[in-house]
């Protein structure tokens, strides 16, 4: 089911979404499974604010605005993405690859 | 008269006014400069003070000598930017200045603040040193003079970071000192990074990366600091990993000026938000940002100032004009990097391409090897400070295109 999912979205070679617009809940529900992360209502919140945030700047959010502009701190965010919060978040909202820039 | 307010006489704010007054018909227009500090510090020179290849003096110079004459430089603290109003208050007798045209040159700084215990838990210029600032690194000049050996763990707490290269130009000499004063066999070099690797980019992450291990140089990547231990000596990263250190050499948060944050023109970093081609910002159209204080995806250095430069003029001249701003940036760097023994590496990229591998053709001078050590390279390192001062401040023409050109680079 999961796979079937995924075989349909294209990914780049790091494993993110080409075209953040094809995404759909399913999908990063599928990411998700597929990264070994259970997706509580706390995750979704940060996905959810990505996906808003992703759409008014057209980069993904950083840590520190993940932080700043939502009720979910440092601690927290780390338990809900526990390697590199930053870019699952990123990868199961369906958007590119943060670039913590150049 | 007509007005335009450079705000910041750095890198980016001393080029733009030595090449717009040559644009602009001084019956018609005034133009002011302001900043706070009367010393241009030399910013890449920074890199060589801890190891006593330069002292402080030899990356000072009086700010005033590289104002041309015809431009008003005001020295005060910058406190407030009023956008609305078409004009700046200083601190300095609270003068406002209304300006026709504003441009932002007020780079970024570390916030060492920004990091638990950093600063604030004793170990501060003992034995936590920086090297983004001119005491940060005469400090810790003082300090390896007399260190007899340990841990020394170089730490970036957070990205981006300007000249996001020079960690790793620091751990290169930092290699290279050690040997030098016969100690290396009893420092023990940690890198602790929060990027996946040695640096952003794929091609150059992995050979930079190699060169580490070849220096013996250990990475510890995805670590994001949360907090410093100075009873413990030792950095903890948010997800619970620890590493001790005897020294810590660490690149704070970088952040934009503290004025752009007050006046509510900033991101989260204070970093103005700009169109990324055109350098105009995406709120107010007579506001333009140069250097290290706008928002654009690319590296925060002294070289992409001096490609913006010609975009950024202009685009504000053709505004004056009445015409659309062109797209014409694209990202363009290029990064002399010192990799100890008298050697060097250069790297080219923008917004598209990464750094790759070839060579750098430059009429009369080159070619420099992409990606690669050679002593040419470093010769062009230490060659640029005086390329610094006597050519790239006073806007004067340098070999290097704004846009980023592919020949000589292997795909
Ligand atoms: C260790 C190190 C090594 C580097 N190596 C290289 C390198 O090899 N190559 C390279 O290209 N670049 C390098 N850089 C980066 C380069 O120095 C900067 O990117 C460049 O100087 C940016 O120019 P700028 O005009 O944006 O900012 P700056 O040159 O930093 O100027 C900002 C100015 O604004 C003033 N200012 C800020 N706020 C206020 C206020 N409120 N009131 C009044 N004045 C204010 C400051 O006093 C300052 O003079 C290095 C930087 C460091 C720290």
């Not at chain 2, 003068?95 to 045209?101: K, M, N």
């Not at chain 2, 170089?154 to 100690?183: R, S, T």
């Not at chain 2, 970088?254 to 938000?273: C, K, T």
């Not at chain 2, 004056?320 to 990229?349: K, R, W």
């Amino acid at each position: 089911m999961t796979q079937d999912i995924l075989d349909n979205v294209e990914f780049d070679a790091e494993g993110f979404m080409v075209k953040a617009s094809d995404w759909t809940k399913e999908i990063g529900e599928a990411i998700a499974e597929a990264l070994e992360v259970e997706l509580t209502d706390r995750h979704w919140h940060v996905i959810d604010f990505a996906r808003t945030d992703f759409e008014e700047s057209g980069e993904p959010p950083t840590l520190r605005r993940i932080t700043k502009q939502t009720d979910v701190d440092m601690k927290e965010i780390y338990q809900l993405f526990p390697d590199g919060p930053a870019k699952l978040a990123a990868n199961i909202a369906g958007l590119k690859k943060p670039t913590g820039c150049i | 008269m007509k007005r335009v307010v450079i705000l910041g006489a750095g890198t980016g704010g001393t080029m733009v006014a030595n090449k717009l007054v040559h644009e602009l018909d001084e019956r018609e227009w005034e133009i002011v400069i302001v900043d706070r500090d009367e010393t241009h510090y030399y910013q890449p020179g920074l890199l060589f003070i801890p190891f006593g290849i330069y002292s402080p003096r030899d990356i000072e110079k009086p700010k005033r000598d590289f104002i041309p004459r015809g431009i008003n430089l005001i020295l005060s603290d910058i406190e407030m930017i009023e956008p609305e109003k078409n004009r700046v208050v200083l601190s300095k007798d609270k003068q406002t200045l209304s300006y026709d045209y504003l441009v932002i040159a007020t780079g970024t700084h570390i916030q060492p603040s920004e990091t638990d215990g950093l600063m604030d838990g004793g170990g501060w210029r003992k034995n936590i040193f920086d090297f983004y600032t001119p005491d940060g690194a005469a400090d810790l000049a003082g300090f390896l003079k007399y260190w007899k050996g340990g841990r020394m763990v170089v730490n970036v707490a957070e990205m981006p970071i300007k000249c996001p290269v020079a960690p790793l130009e620091f751990l290169f000499l930092a290699d290279w000192y050690f040997h030098q004063k016969g100690i290396r066999d009893k420092v023990e070099i940690v890198y602790a990074t929060p990027l996946d690797g040695a640096f952003t980019k794929p091609r150059a992450a992995s050979i930079l990366g190699s060169m580490l291990e070849k220096k013996g140089i250990n990475l510890e990547t995805n670590f994001n600091i949360g907090q410093v231990d100075n009873k413990k000596q030792a950095i903890k990263s948010w997800d619970d990993r620890e590493i001790p250190y005897d020294l810590l050499v660490t690149v704070p948060t970088n952040m934009g000026a503290e004025v752009i944050a007050r006046s509510g023109l900033g991101d989260d970093l204070n970093y103005v938000p700009i169109d990324k081609h055109t350098l105009q910002s995406n709120k107010y159209e007579n506001i333009w940002v140069i250097g290290d204080a706008g928002n654009t995806p690319t590296s925060k250095a002294g070289s992409v100032a001096h490609f913006m430069l010609d975009v950024l003029l202009d685009n504000m001249l053709r505004h004056m004009e009445g015409l659309e701003p062109l797209a014409e940036f694209d990202g363009h760097a290029n990064c002399f990097i010192e990799s100890g023994f008298d050697q060097g590496i250069l790297i080219d990229f923008n917004y598209d391409v990464e750094p790759l591998p070839g060579k750098y053709p430059l009429p009369g001078l080159g070619p420099f090897s992409l990606l690669k050590e050679s002593p040419a390279n470093h010769w062009g390192k230490m060659m640029f400070r005086w390329v610094y001062w006597n050519v790239l401040l006073k806007g004067g023409d340098m070999p290097f295109e704004s846009q980023m050109t592919m020949a000589g680079k292997w795909q």
